[in-house]
């Protein structure tokens, strides 16, 4: 059975980093695209950053843009999230998933395969 696990949450303060991972089990996603969304409570789960398959095309969220990376290693079926000068306001669980870059951009709730979630707190 298909599993995306994710790790590194945590709680830091603001202007902190965490780097959050999400490892894939039971298939290869190799040829997938990868993604990160997050929901802060009382919120609707929202896009954070996708990568393609390869790892040459990535894309972010404006509220993220220029603090988050989003980056893989396809040997390892490994997608890592580096989370710089983090705010109060990133705040959430953060949840992996895997499919179509379209369906991931797109599509969100129709995406196939997503991890149990990780909780990110910052504290002010």
């Known amino acids: 059975q298909a599993q995306l696990v994710e790790s590194g949450g945590g709680l830091v303060q603001a202007g902190g980093s965490l780097r959050l991972s999400c490892a894939a089990s039971?298939?290869?996603?190799?040829?997938?695209?990868r993604g990160w969304f997050r929901q802060a409570p009382g919120k609707e789960r929202e896009f954070v950053a996708a990568?393609?398959?390869?790892?040459?095309?990535?894309y972010y969220a404006d509220s993220v843009k220029g603090r988050f990376t989003i980056s893989r290693d396809n040997a390892k079926n490994t997608v890592y999230l580096q989370m710089n000068s983090l705010k109060p306001e990133d705040t959430a669980v953060y949840y992996c998933?895997?499919?179509?870059?379209?369906?991931?951009?797109?599509?969100?709730?129709?995406?196939?395969?997503w991890g149990q979630g990780t909780q990110v707190t910052v504290s002010s």
């Open positions: 998933a895997a499919d179509q870059m379209a369906t991931m951009l797109r599509f969100p709730t129709s995406i196939g395969s």
């Open positions: 039971g298939r290869t996603f190799s040829l997938y695209a």
């Open positions: 990568i393609s398959w390869s790892g040459g095309t990535t």
